[in-house]
């Protein structure tokens, strides 16, 4: 018999992964502060819960998938949380990209109480998360996930067991240093080249056909030519996890030097109130700076 799964963080990830959930065949019960979300999943199908302790004491599983680290810690272990809901058996699993020291602690903290916890960040934006395919970086127990891991091939392609609880998260920071990079670079290549006359979509195609091809350029390159900024992923949670990332690195001790600069960009666009933009629109920064359209059109 199938478990029966708590969803908490209907936002643009929570909301496709929790209808891949019914889609896959599990009874869901769902939980957002925003009854807006909410009601979208109750209408798949979903059962509506009241609250994060409501939602666990109607589980076998919890999954939360919320913006921040503080906001995990509340649904977790504040009031009316998952742990007013504890018990030997629960199993929780936290899909947010959170600090990993986070992390760490409430697993901790649930443990004490009965709770196996896993943090298993993901990676594929709303593309990965409305088609089942993301990259999902496990922390915790492995025979725990071996255990759930049915649940999680309903979320995605790419299941990664990284290490003891909170290394999901780490290796998440590592991801999003590489994504931020990606972004910047090829904003900086359709900036420079725009200056100087060259159609972006000619930039795009050739270097799409050549070593410098990426994900991030197949999936964004397109849209961002067009100007199309509606979010997959928001700008303002990529700076959220470029401040995970130089802060994980001061507590290693690690000298950073080019997340500090992308952290700097994505600062900017968020101060320039373009937060809730796909993170692809860094290039509308390097673009206001340069004095330049490196579009064809804009959507903005």
Same mark, same amino acid.
């Given at each position: 018999?199938?478990?029966?799964?708590?969803?908490?963080?209907?936002?643009?990830?929570?909301? &496709?992964?929790?209808?891949?959930?019914?889609?896959?065949?599990?009874?869901? @019960?769902?939980?957002?502060?925003?009854?807006? /979300?909410?009601?979208?999943?109750?209408?798949?199908? !979903?059962? !509506?819960?009241?609250?994060?302790?409501? @939602? %666990?004491?109607?589980?076998?599983?919890?999954?939360?998938?919320?913006? +921040?680290? $503080?906001?995990?810690?509340?649904?977790?272990? =504040?009031?009316?949380?998952?742990?007013?809901?504890?018990?030997?058996g629960l199993i929780y699993i936290d899909m947010s990209s959170i600090l990993p020291g986070v992390a760490s602690k409430v697993a901790e903290t649930l443990s004490a109480r009965g709770v196996r916890?896993?943090?298993?960040?993901?990676?594929? *934006?709303?593309? *990965?998360?409305?088609?089942?395919?993301?990259?999902?970086?496990? =922390? *915790?127990?492995?025979?725990?996930?071996?255990?759930?891991?049915?649940?999680?091939?309903?979320?995605?392609?790419?299941?990664?067991?990284?290490?003891? /609880?909170?290394? *999901?998260?780490?290796?998440?920071?590592? /991801?999003?240093?590489?994504?931020?990079?990606?972004?910047?670079?090829? !904003?900086?290549?359709? #900036?420079?080249?725009?200056?100087?006359?060259?159609?972006?979509? #000619?930039?795009?195609? @050739?270097?799409?056909?050549?070593?410098?091809?990426?994900?991030?350029?197949?999936?964004?390159?397109?849209?961002?030519?067009?100007?199309?900024?509606?979010?997959?992923?928001?700008?303002?949670? &990529?700076?959220?996890?470029? /401040?995970?990332?130089?802060?994980?690195?001061?507590?290693?001790?690690? $000298?950073?030097?080019?997340?500090?600069?992308?952290? %700097?960009?994505?600062?900017?666009? @968020?101060?320039?109130?373009?937060? +809730?933009?796909? &993170?692809?629109?860094?290039?509308?920064?390097?673009?206001?700076?340069?004095?330049?359209?490196?579009?064809? &059109?804009?959507?903005?």
């Open positions: 018999m199938k478990q029966k799964i708590g969803f908490i963080g209907l936002g643009i990830m929570g909301q &496709h992964m929790s209808a891949n959930l019914l889609k896959a065949g599990y009874k869901v @019960v769902v939980y957002d502060i925003l009854t807006g /979300n909410l009601e979208k999943i109750v209408a798949l199908g !979903a059962e !509506a819960g009241k609250s994060a302790a409501d @939602v %666990a004491r109607r589980s076998d599983l919890v999954i939360s998938m919320v913006p +921040d680290s $503080p906001d995990v810690e509340q649904v977790a272990l =504040g009031k009316d949380g998952i742990i007013e809901a504890a018990r030997p916890c896993l943090d298993a960040p993901v990676s594929g *934006g709303e593309t *990965g998360a409305q088609n089942a395919t993301l990259s999902i970086m496990v =922390g *915790g127990a492995i025979e725990l996930l071996e255990e759930v891991r049915p649940v999680l091939e309903s979320l995605g392609k790419t299941i990664t067991h990284c290490g003891g /609880n909170g290394t *999901g998260q780490t290796v998440k920071a590592c /991801n999003q240093i590489q994504v931020a990079m990606n972004f910047i670079g090829m !904003a900086e290549a359709f #900036v420079l080249g725009a200056k100087a006359g060259v159609d972006p979509a #000619v930039i795009l195609k @050739v270097l799409s056909g050549g070593y410098a091809q990426t994900r991030v350029m197949d999936v964004r390159g397109p849209r961002l030519i067009q100007g199309d900024f509606a979010p997959g992923f928001k700008s303002k949670f &990529h700076l959220k996890d470029l /401040n995970i990332i130089l802060e994980t690195a001061r507590t290693l001790n690690v $000298p950073l030097q080019a997340a500090p600069i992308a952290y %700097a960009l994505y600062q900017k666009l @968020v101060e320039a109130g373009r937060g +809730d933009l796909d &993170h692809s629109a860094v290039i509308t920064i390097l673009e206001d700076m340069a004095g330049v359209q490196a579009r064809t &059109h804009s959507k903005e």
